[in-house]
């Protein structure tokens, strides 16, 4: 599988914006995660959640939680240490 | 839907160490993160055109489909002999593998420790876990006293199988080797205000003891990096049960640190 | 080198592999073959010899076949040599050797067995030799020799034909040819063999990665592999060789190899000079098996007798050649003693009525 059909897939949520923009956010692949909810318990602000829904493999994958528990993502870089996966696919933050 | 745009920038992106191909390991298992570090380490140090990988036969026997370099499968437990006659006779290319418990300190015993005396510029990466995974669970040399797998359903007893056996103990004092390790992958679970949260400064370090052993093998020297990990499956652990394991019960036994370092590879970092 | 060298045969293959160009040696001590890698280690060092890089005693047969495995991966020309005992240690890498296509070549100097046995001369690792020792569905190329001259000679063509074909080759010598000493012509060394490695694990710089695997987990792959490899022994066939010695008119041909058939060749003299028509059929390569000249021979009404230092192995093929339409016997002696010519004219004798 190459990064471009891996990306085809990328859940990305906003957190706190500035202009309308967030100023971190994290890009998964769902098809890759197998729901080990190590970054779900990794993640200083509590970013990350199980989703509802499966992916094809049958796993419920992680994804952002549109409310993040302890505050926004900092573009820690934390969950995409811990993920076993490599199912955390880039850590993007906006450039100054 | 958000816009990506080029006003963001890339702090951490997939390193091309990596195929591309999902893993077969299985959820919250460390070698995934294993495969991340090694592959992103060889990329940032331009070795990945230059690496010839040893495929041993455990968890990691399908290591060919994930590391993106050039790979020679070898039989149970005989990768370092394999990698010794890669180096030997191609001194520039760099070698290393990934062996579980019983690959190495069990049937590949005597490959590991004459590589060691010989001190054949090679990187051996031993995932313990105490049990053998790959087969199914059972005991491994590592498997601790008690501990209940599927060859010892009663329990471990020291006084028929033997004790767990330490490799730093066993190649610590040969004059060969330079550099030995032993580390931890697994996310230390700790207690936060707001519950569970896991600590990654291991999976940190042991990024930079990847780097120190192929640091090690281009200077000539014979490197054993081991690595504490975890088997939930096998351990009959929910993910989160098996990350406290390691630091209750494992480290007891396997005390992480430095066992030799001839070149004084080891920075003020840790 | 001089011309014509007084030598022996397992110094006389380790000069053969220098001179072939060997690059990496890896050795483990075992009588009757040890003279092998101490030539080799002598000799380890001599400007003659620029290609002969690496030589290494291992700790265990397993470590040193292993050590083979990995240089051969690189496209090295890389050898090991032993006897049985050794041999049966070696299988489990040979198999992989197999399935992976890496060339490499192993030396079996045939001692007595079944366990550590002794150290005479026997021929009773024919089938764990050619019928393949390891795990799974593959072929060796096994050359025969029968003097020290062809020990000087075939580790050429054994490598030759392990990189020709992507295969391991294993060269069958027995304990009386390898301490044999004969004189020979000894041709100084050359510059190496040519040789494709492609496919050899020598890094990715141009972005092509070289995997060197024998697993395929899905069935399919697994069956598409094996077919791909029984394709190649069909291919091997075309290097099937042997040497004829007056079968044309002979009523009996002996069908024997190695040192057994330097005795036989002797009996077939013998015979003629007592009037009898014997004749000799000699394999220099054991698989591909010479089935076809076994067969026209019997097809002729010929009789065969197998004469070989064990209790009956080749005899099964030259039978299963034979097809029912010849008289097949069996003369064999084991342990380290050898058939005399007057043993063998006798049997000879027997069968003529």
């Known amino acids: 599988m190459t990064v471009a059909q891996h990306r085809s897939k990328d859940t990305v949520s906003p957190q706190e914006t500035q202009d309308g923009r967030p100023k971190a956010l994290v890009l998964v692949v769902p098809e890759l995660c197998k729901g080990c909810e190590l970054c779900v318990y990794a993640c200083p602000s509590g970013n990350l959640v199980l989703s509802h829904s499966l992916n094809k493999k049958g796993y419920h994958p992680a994804i952002f939680s549109y409310e993040g528990t ?19 696919w880039e850590v993007r933050r906006l450039k100054k | 839907m958000v816009q990506i745009q080029d006003d963001y920038e890339t702090k951490l992106g997939q390193t091309t160490g990596w195929t591309g191909i999902p893993t077969h390991y299985c959820p919250g298992c460390e070698h995934g993160i294993l495969t991340r570090l090694i592959g992103l380490t060889l990329e940032e140090m331009g070795l990945l055109k230059k690496a010839v990988m040893v495929d041993s036969v455990g968890c990691s026997v399908l290591a060919y489909d994930y590391f993106n370099c050039d790979h020679i499968q070898a039989p149970h437990g005989r990768a370092p002999a394999v990698m010794a006659g890669v180096k030997r006779t191609h001194p520039e290319l760099i070698v290393f593998t990934i062996q579980g418990d019983g690959d190495a300190l069990a049937i590949g015993l005597l490959e590991t420790v004459y590589a060691a005396i010989r001190g054949e510029p090679i990187t051996v990466f031993l995932y313990n876990n105490s049990i053998y995974g790959m087969t199914g669970g059972q005991m491994a040399p590592t498997t601790m006293p008690g501990q209940i797998t599927t060859t010892t359903p009663y329990g471990r007893e020291v006084e028929s199988t033997g004790n767990p056996i330490d490799i730093m103990k066993i190649l610590s004092p040969i004059e060969r080797v330079s550099y030995l390790r032993r580390g931890v992958l697994v996310p230390q679970p700790v207690k936060a205000k707001h519950g569970l949260m896991y600590q990654v400064k291991n999976i940190l370090d042991a990024k930079r ?6 640091k090690v093998q281009q200077k000539g020297g014979y490197s054993l990096v081991e690595f504490l990990g975890t088997c939930n499956v096998n351990w009959k652990m929910t993910v989160e049960e098996s990350k406290h394991y390691p630091f209750d019960q494992t480290i007891k036994q396997y005390p992480p640190g430095v066992f030799r370092d001839r070149f004084g590879i080891e920075g003020k970092i840790l | 080198m001089t011309e014509r060298v007084l030598m022996k045969g397992n110094e006389a293959l380790a000069y053969g ?43 265990s047969e397993l470590e040193a076949v292993n050590m083979t495995l990995g240089a051969a ?47 005479g001369a026997e021929q009773s690792d024919y089938f764990q030799t050619v019928k393949g020792g390891g795990h799974g569905g593959y072929q060796l190329i096994v050359l025969a020799p029968n003097s020290v001259q062809e020990m000087f000679d075939l580790p050429r063509t054994a490598f030759d034909l392990a990189f020709k074909y992507r295969n391991p080759v294993i060269i069958l010598a027995d304990a009386f040819l390898g301490q044999l000493k004969e004189d020979i012509h000894a041709v100084p060394p050359g510059n190496g063999l040519t040789r494709d490695t492609s496919w050899a694990t020598l890094g990715s710089e141009n972005g092509t990665r070289h995997i060197l695997n024998s697993l395929h987990l899905d069935p399919d792959d697994q069956e598409n592999h094996e077919r791909h490899l029984h394709e190649k022994y069909e291919k091997m066939r075309d290097e099937v060789a042997s040497e004829t010695f007056l079968t044309d008119d002979a009523e009996i041909v002996l069908v024997s190899y ?7 060749k002797n009996a077939v003299s013998l015979a003629r000079d007592q009037g009898l028509r014997l004749g000799l059929l000699r394999p220099i390569t054991l698989n591909p098996f010479p089935y076809d000249l076994v067969r026209i021979l019997a097809g002729q009404g010929k009789k065969l007798l197998v004469v070989e230092l064990n209790a009956g192995q080749m005899v099964q093929d030259v039978r299963l050649a034979a097809d029912g339409t010849g008289r097949v016997e069996h003369l064999g002696r084991l342990g380290g003693n050898v058939p005399s010519t007057k043993q063998i004219l006798a049997k000879a004798k027997e069968m003529m009525d």
Do not use: H
């Not at chain 1, 302890?70 to 955390?88: E, F, K, N, S």
């Not at chain 3, 990496?24 to 400007?47: D, K, V």
């Not at chain 3, 190695?258 to 036989?264: D, F, K, L």
């Open chain 3, 73 to 119: 991966c690189t496209g090295a020309l890389a050898m090991t040599a032993t006897s049985s005992p050794g041999f049966s240690l070696k299988q489990e890498a040979i198999s992989y050797a197999a399935g992976m296509e890496v060339p490499f070549v192993v030396i079996n100097v045939n001692r007595g067995g079944p366990g550590l046995g002794n150290l």
């Open chain 3, 258 to 264: 190695g040192i057994a058939s330097r005795i036989s």
């Open chain 2, 209 to 214: 003891i990847i780097e120190n052993a192929f």
């Open chain 3, 17 to 59: 592999s220098l001179n072939a160009g060997l690059n990496a040696y890896f050795a483990y001590p075992i009588t009757p073959s040890t003279e092998t890698p101490e030539t080799l280690a002598r000799e380890y060092g001599n400007p003659n010899y620029p290609n002969f890089r690496v030589f290494l005693q291992a700790a």
């Open chain 1, 70 to 88: 302890q505050g926004p993502c900092t573009a820690c870089g934390i969950c995409y240490w811990v993920c076993p996966d490599l199912a955390i």
